[in-house]
Nanobody, 116 residues
């Protein structure tokens, strides 16, 4: 059974940092493309960025490029989203999304709130 679970969400102030984690189980993590998405209240879900299977290639949305960093630790079946210089507009539920030959899988999400 494939399972994903995000963690690390919290309420922080503008300018602070957070690191989200996504732990996967039930399949061979190193063979999956990893994407992070977010959904703010009243808005559609948007792609934040992605990382390829071996962690050598990255892609970020223009809204987070230069502030967010995606990484992965394949032996630990874990992907990370390092978020620096957070802004109020980064407030959203953040989701881990894995694309694998078995299918596509989503975690339940973790809430990030950026406010004074």
């Amino acid at each position: 059974q494939v399972e994903l679970r995000e963690s690390g969400g919290a309420q922080v102030q503008p300018g602070e940092s957070l690191r989200l984690s996504c732990v996967a189980s039930g399949f061979t993590f190193r063979t999956a493309l990893v994407k992070w998405h977010r959904q703010a209240p009243g808005k559609e879900r948007e792609l934040v960025g992605s990382i390829n299977k071996d962690g050598s290639t990255f892609d970020y949305s223009t809204s987070v490029a230069g502030r967010f960093t995606i990484s992965r630790d394949n032996p630990k079946n874990t992907a990370y989203l390092q978020m620096d210089n957070l802004k109020s507009e980064d407030t959203a539920v953040y989701y881990c999304h894995l694309i694998h030959f078995l299918g596509e899988f989503w975690g339940p999400g973790t809430q990030v709130t950026v406010s004074l």
